[in-house]
């Protein structure tokens, strides 16, 4: 189904060089935007963004957020900030809290002082899944959550406190969105954090064994980066006053256990080399931190955002798929 985007406005994304990052930056390109791309290129990549340094709509500064003067230089006459800069992953927030705590709470909150002083209408920032925790309730809903798990999903709830007491206090429109297992072009297989879509499909592209954590009943709401990109548009319009000072779920409201994602990625795959249908799986230990299970319910984003995922597990995957495969090779 067709939205409105946003189109001719002075837009900031932070992260930009990321992999979601990236992709907004793209579309927002598209859509006849200025776009601001503020990265310290910690995991974000040059070569997401190569093409879009020749767009006179494009601008990159080259920064950190952990840095106020930064954030204060990227946010001048910005109308919009898409708030993505972060570090993510779990076990790398296991691994050092301290950096994790120091970019995402630390970074977030001089975004937040920036962005109120330079009065930017609207702030809709990437929240996380994790927030909720050890709550076993399914499906996942706004308004109830666990305890978190690790120190990044700590500092993901963090960012959704602070941002509830700077629309309190200093009337910013603020929304938040708690990304499901986001995945699709521009996400990196490599490195120790890598997420498990890329890793998997680039180990199968390479005749090699994906290694899944556990016995693979582990089950995720697999978020396709075309339904993170109509949330963030969605979110940064929105007239809707009951949808501000909110976190949505952004996801799919379907899920799949990692056995069954591992099939379907072998299955697609196959299409393109026969071959990959033979290669075999290995299961290693649970990974600490995991949520065992994940599944959003998208009521609240339907209901106040007006969202319709446009793509589901299957359909997502054969996209990522294709562009994988013409990537990686």
Request: with cysteine; aromatic share 8%; hydrophobic share 35%.
């Amino acid at each position: 189904m067709p939205y409105t985007k946003i189109s001719h406005t002075k837009v900031l994304v932070t992260g930009g060089a990321g992999f979601i990052g990236s992709n907004l930056c793209d579309d927002l390109l598209q859509n006849k935007n200025q776009v601001i791309c503020l990265d310290n290129f910690s995991t974000g990549k040059k070569e997401n963004i190569e093409k879009f340094l020749r767009d006179k709509n494009f601008k990159l500064i080259t920064g950190d957020i952990r840095n106020l003067d930064d954030c204060r230089k990227a946010v001048e006459g910005v109308e919009i900030v898409l708030q993505q800069a972060a570090l993510g992953s779990v076990p790398r927030s296991l691994n050092d809290p301290i950096t994790t705590n120091e970019v995402n709470v630390g970074g977030f909150l001089n975004m937040l002082v920036a962005a109120r002083d330079a009065k930017v209408k609207r702030f809709v920032y990437a929240a996380s899944s994790s927030t909720y925790g050890d709550s076993t309730v399914l499906p996942k809903t706004e308004d109830v959550i666990g305890k978190p798990l690790s120190p990044y999903a700590v500092t993901k709830y963090v960012n959704e406190l602070y941002a509830h007491v700077f629309g309190l206090n200093y009337g910013m429109q603020l929304i938040g969105l708690r990304y499901f297992n986001v995945y699709g072009r521009n996400q990196d297989p490599d490195g120790a954090y890598a997420a498990a879509i890329p890793k998997f499909t680039k180990s199968l592209i390479e005749y090699k064994s994906p290694l899944i954590n556990g016995n693979g009943t582990n089950s995720r709401d697999f978020t396709y980066i075309d339904n993170v990109i109509q949330m963030n548009h969605l979110a940064a319009l929105t007239q809707n006053t009951e949808a501000i000072g909110q976190v949505f779920n952004t996801a799919v409201g379907e899920r799949a256990d990692l056995n069954q994602l591992v099939s379907l990625l072998k299955q697609y795959l196959s299409n393109y080399d026969s071959k990959i249908a033979d290669v075999e799986i290995t299961h290693g230990p649970e990974r600490a931190g995991d949520i065992p299970h994940s599944l959003a319910s998208i009521e609240k984003a339907e209901r106040l955002l007006r969202y319709i995922p446009s793509h589901n597990l299957e359909q997502g995957l054969k996209e990522a798929v294709d562009w994988y495969w013409k990537n990686l090779k």
